[in-house]
């Protein structure tokens, strides 16, 4: 961000902001005098909730892209911070706060110290510094880079000097900064690629993720060109290390028109990791395919295969799945059992009540079917895992069906279906039943038929855990009825749904407090008075956190155990809404969102986090009341 971008006094008024607007649209003659007069008249009545530049917006006398073109032109020349203000992205008392914080560090930006106290966010920030000084903002995300122009100065020098250059216009170079204005990093960039060069403008974070992708690309080429193995080998090896290292879930090979994209999910996101020329995407594919099992001279159809990796961390699971698109194939490498060890079910992240309900009342039960519930990539295989090593003892035959087996475990019986054999689950759930078990574990309900042997194995006494797709817990309950299984069935054999999430945790290096606003309680659900001073976290983004703000994954629960009540309700067939207030009336039930809020309020994650992932259904009860049903204290 621009050093030179100085701060406003708040004491001036934001008129004069206004004014050098509205004069240069006169000048480019997108606005009449008489509109201006009209506007002024009006913005005069109303001066303290609109600015001018927002009187004009609504009396349709100009349009935003002609606002934009008038501080492109250079004649506005208003410190950030009141340019802000006057086109409605920031809130005056933000910025008086925002100085005040300035003054503290006098020696920062007044736009970074916005951006990391989350008063506006770094595109924003960018895309109006980028208007002041007439230049194009870039997004350097998915923007592939040359390699010939990179290899002209170290990348240690593009960080310190916060540029990157990005490609050739005839014999010109397009760079990007983190900072347009500052001459010594300008001079540093005319030395390497001349001084008619075009200057774009680029977040300092983007530019600082590229930089490591760059860095990436550039040693998985070295170490492909030193290695005994071929090219395309090592190259997909030192991307497998490079997933484990990171606790990556998932490695996309998205082939584009002229690059190779690699992106990683971690955490839950997906996260940039390198990118590699058309020619070198056949060969990785290739070698990909060929570790996998599949058909290599097949590139017209979607495949799957697997593989087994051994690792210092033991040996890993991948699942391959290849799909057929216009640009070549991309395959999607999901790494299993990349975990160091089995979770207990006590370290699953859930609330002390909740936890010793699910206990009590659905694991130490007799019989019965427990479903954890939740979209992909929520942790269910997690929970149901930490469930069965619950169980497992001596004294107790378990046995599973799985597609596939994504932990092993000492002292159960577990099958690993096959369809490439005819080992089908319709086939398994089949002899299932005849191996004598005390539980069964069917990886997931996909239809009506192992929907009905998980309710006829628990009718005939045994104890049945299994994963099911579906929003909350009641979606579990009415999902079941809507695939044809009797509501009496249902209602005397599921002892218990768990629904969950997986929110991204909150970086403990770099948190810091977020009072909510009032827009922000309201999006929750309360009213201001209900949640007075209820304060979450946010991660400001440090070197620990790669400047996400975010460090692992926490999970977010739902428990629901069946009591008469929501078993009359099944059997009534009442409807979602019904059961669900039943559910919290009757049985305690905590839902997915309020859990999240009392992890928020605990400082585990944040409010993003609640709103991107956790379904919202029902208000909230106060804060102090589910810390209450949960056992969890301020």
Do not use: W
Not at 86 to 109: C, D, F, M
Not at 540 to 553: E, F, V
Not at 597 to 611: H, N, P, Q
């Amino acid at each position: 961000m621009p050093a030179g971008q100085a701060a406003s006094d708040t004491s001036a008024p934001q008129v004069a902001v206004g004014e050098e607007i509205a004069a240069a649209l006169v000048e480019a003659g997108a606005l009449s005098a008489v509109n201006l007069a009209l506007a002024r008249r009006i913005h005069a009545k109303v001066q303290a909730t609109r600015t001018l530049s927002s009187v004009l917006l609504e009396l349709k006398h100009v349009t935003e892209e002609q606002i934009r073109a008038a501080i492109r032109s250079g004649r506005v020349q208003a410190p950030i911070g009141d340019l802000l203000v006057e086109l409605g992205r920031l809130e005056p008392h933000e910025l008086k706060l925002a100085l005040t914080i300035q003054r503290e560090r006098p020696a920062t930006p007044i736009g970074e110290v916005l951006v990391d106290n989350h008063f506006i966010n770094e595109h924003e920030l960018v895309e109006l510094l980028a208007d002041q000084l007439g230049l194009e903002a870039v997004s350097l995300d998915t923007l592939s880079f040359d390699s010939q122009l990179l290899r002209r100065t170290p990348v240690a020098t593009y960080r310190t000097h916060g540029f990157i250059p990005l490609r050739r216009e005839g014999e010109r170079v397009v760079v990007a900064f983190a900072d347009p204005a500052n001459r010594q990093h300008l001079e540093t960039a005319y030395k390497h690629f001349g001084r008619d060069l075009i200057a774009v403008m680029s977040s300092r974070r983007a530019l600082g993720a590229a930089l490591t992708r760059v860095e990436r690309e550039m040693a998985a080429a070295a170490a492909a060109s030193h290695s005994p193995e071929s090219g395309a080998a090592a190259l997909v090896n030192r991307i497998l290390e490079d997933a484990l290292v990171n606790r990556v879930s998932d490695i996309h090979f998205e082939p584009g028109r002229d690059r190779l994209r690699i992106r990683f999910r971690q955490d839950g996101v997906m996260v940039p990791h390198a990118e590699f020329p058309n020619d070198q995407a056949t060969a990785l594919i290739g070698r990909i395919k060929v570790m996998a099992g599949a058909d290599i001279a097949e590139r017209r159809r979607h495949q799957d295969g697997r593989f087994q990796l051994d690792t210092s961390r033991g040996s890993v699971d991948i699942r391959v799945s290849i799909y057929a698109t216009i640009h070549g194939e991309k395959v999607v490498m999901r790494l299993l059992n990349n975990r160091e060890t089995l979770m207990a079910v006590k370290d699953i992240g859930m609330a002390p009540r909740m936890l010793e309900l699910l206990l009590r009342d659905a694991l130490d039960a007799p019989s019965g079917v427990v479903m954890v519930t939740g979209p992909t990539g929520s942790g269910k295989t997690t929970t149901l895992y930490a469930a069965v090593n619950y169980l497992n003892d001596a004294n107790t035959s378990i046995i599973t069906a799985e597609d596939p087996v994504e932990y092993v475990i000492d002292g159960i019986s577990q099958c690993s279906i096959n369809p490439k054999i005819n080992l089908s689950y319709a086939d398994t759930l089949k002899h299932i039943v005849r191996q004598d078990p005390d539980v069964i574990v069917i990886g997931e309900i996909r239809d009506t038929f192992s929907a009905e042997v998980a309710i006829n194995a628990a009718l005939t006494g045994h104890k049945v855990l299994t994963t099911f797709h579906t929003e909350d817990s009641i979606g579990g309950l009415v999902r079941l009825l809507n695939m044809n299984i009797e509501a009496f069935m249902i209602s005397s054999t599921v002892v218990s749904v768990v629904a969950q999430r997986l929110v991204r945790r909150v970086c403990p290096r770099c948190a810091e407090d977020h009072v909510l606003t009032p827009h922000e309680l309201a999006r929750l659900g309360y009213q201001p008075a209900d949640a007075a001073g209820l304060t979450f976290k946010r991660g400001r983004g440090c070197p620990a956190c790669r400047h996400a703000g975010y460090r692992g994954r926490v999970g977010v629960f739902e428990l629901l155990v069946l009591n008469e009540l929501v078993r009359d309700a099944i059997l009534s067939r009442k409807s979602a809404f019904d059961i669900r207030r039943i559910c919290i009336e009757a049985s305690g039930l905590v839902t997915l969102v309020e859990d999240g809020i009392t992890k928020a309020a605990a400082g585990l994650t944040t409010f993003e986090e609640i709103i991107r992932q956790l379904p919202r259904l029902s208000r909230p009860r106060p804060i102090g009341e589910l810390r209450r049903l949960l056992g969890v204290s301020e």
